[in-house]
């Protein structure tokens, strides 16, 4: 049994899938699928030993929020009818905690290079944040989104970074596609909201910033990464049912992802 | 009389000089921390920190002594460091998020007294090493200490040095990757030669 979850591709993928799936099917009918996604990343964080709070590493702090994101995320659903702003501000606040989380690398770097990718990190987050929330009513596109950003940023950080990024980043992937595999199936009665939103957006945006941060990727895939949510946007055959328009927009979705793997390995070879 | 006391003087001034705390500083070019992994449970792979700094208080006369040592987790050297065709070398590896974490941590110390003596020497350091922000105890065995004129200087210069070894475990730090196929425990050998202080 311990062999089985050592292995790579139980931990980023089998069981962030199974997880995923689970928790989609079992709380799609209250409204809380979209917990499928950060549950799924959690599962694959607490069997790569990486749920802890102490010492308070970069890593660690991105845990912290990773469990706040989709909690937020609830709140936001269920206790507020968020406006148009709402994306924006939690972006701002996302993005001042991403300062926070890797402080501890900014303030060894020397000071303009610490503002800017210090700078660079929030703006990249608050980014990636606004424009997935912008979509969650969307189920099939938020969806569609945390599988290709998951994929990105995973395989991004296996071939540029670490590997326990890389396996974080495809387990948010794996969560994600269980979510839009329960989708496709409820189809607009399945609700990611803003809990998926936020979940995949936070937690893919700190996979990508903590790569370039601490393993020195280059700036561009931070770029070029927040062209999925844009990517989700394309239109779709309306009247398509919706495992049609899940496969179409995930399309969109990984052919930017897939572009963005594809600089990552030539930029790493 | 007065050379009788010359001589005595002269005789006593090297032993003298053990009766007060003296100062070392680790000499960097003759000093590395080792440590060897087991890989995939067949044998221990062996890598070593080119840099090393720090400073060693001995009192042979007390029997007491402390040691600080800094080592730069970036100089991790397995003998692996051209990537070739995959996308890093082992060594570009262990500096990531996955190891030693360098872009944050770029430095793990040890701080620790001397807890045991044979004879005239120290024989176990007891300390606490500090990696990837966590700090934990380590005892450290030390062998073949001594201290004597450095021969390069034709004793102008006097130095120590000897060889102390100890084991931790990797998960206890938070380095958690890998395990089991590159073991948890880790064991660790530091050659280590220091000048006293002018």
Redesign the interface.
């Known amino acids: 049994m311990?062999d089985l979850l050592?292995d790579p591709a139980v931990l980023g993928g089998v069981a962030p899938l199974a997880v995923g799936l689970v928790l989609a099917a079992a709380l799609v009918r209250v409204r809380l699928a979209g917990l499928a996604a950060a549950g799924a990343f959690l599962t694959a964080a607490y069997l790569?030993?990486?749920l802890?709070l102490w010492?308070?590493?970069?890593?660690r702090k991105f845990m912290l929020l990773a469990v706040i994101a989709p909690a937020l995320g609830v709140i936001v659903d269920f206790a507020f009818k968020p406006n148009r702003a709402a994306g924006m501000l939690l972006g701002a606040l996302f993005a001042v905690a991403s300062v926070w989380v890797f402080w501890?690398?900014l303030v060894?770097r020397p000071m303009g290079e610490a503002i800017a990718l210090g700078g660079g990190v929030a703006v990249f987050v608050l980014w990636l944040i606004a424009f997935t929330m912008a979509l969650r009513a969307d189920a099939l596109r938020t969806g569609a989104i945390g599988l290709a950003l998951g994929l990105g940023t995973g395989i991004g950080a296996?071939?540029?970074?670490?590997?326990?990024?890389g396996l974080l980043g495809t387990a948010l992937a794996a969560g994600s596609g269980g979510f839009l595999l329960v989708a496709m199936i409820y189809g607009k009665r399945a609700a990611g909201g803003a809990t998926l939103a936020l979940s995949v957006s936070v937690i893919s945006a700190l996979i990508a910033a903590?790569a370039l941060?601490?393993?020195?990727t280059p700036w561009w895939s931070l770029a070029l990464l927040a062209l999925i949510p844009l990517a989700a946007r394309l239109p779709v055959p309306e009247h398509a049912p919706a495992w049609l328009q899940a496969i179409v927009v995930s399309l969109y979705t990984l052919a930017v992802a897939a572009a963005y793997c594809v600089l990552a390995?030539k930029f790493?070879? | 009389m007065k050379r009788i006391a010359v001589a005595l003087v002269a005789i006593a001034l090297p032993f003298a000089a053990f009766a007060a705390p003296e100062s070392f500083t680790i000499d960097p070019f003759h000093s590395h921390p080792h440590f060897q992994v087991k890989h995939l449970d067949f044998m221990y792979m062996t890598g070593r920190f080119d840099k090393m700094s720090g400073k060693i208080v001995m009192d042979t006369a007390a029997k007491s002594g402390t040691v600080e040592l800094a080592i730069e987790t970036g100089s991790v050297n397995t003998g692996d460091h051209e990537k070739g065709?995959r996308?890093?070398s082992r060594d570009e590896?262990l500096k990531?998020?996955?190891f030693f974490?360098v872009?944050?941590?770029?430095r793990m110390t040890f701080k620790g007294a001397a807890a045991r003596w044979t004879g005239e020497w120290p024989a176990a350091i007891e300390g606490q090493l500090t990696l990837?922000?966590?700090t934990r105890p380590v005892t450290l065995t030390v062998e073949n200490w001594k201290c004597g004129p450095d021969p390069r200087t034709q004793g102008k210069r006097y130095m120590c040095g000897g060889n102390a070894s100890g084991a931790i475990k990797r998960?206890e730090f938070?380095m958690?990757?890998g395990?089991?196929?590159l073991s948890d425990e880790i064991r660790l050998m530091i050659g280590i030669e220091a000048f006293r202080d002018q």
């Open positions: 311990n050592n790569m030993g990486s802890s010492p308070p590493t970069a890593t501890s690398v060894q296996i071939l540029g970074a670490t590997a326990l990024f903590g941060v601490l393993a020195n390995w790493a070879a | 065709p996308s890093r590896h990531t998020a996955d974490n872009a944050e941590f770029p990837l922000g966590a998960s938070g958690k990757f395990i089991p196929n």
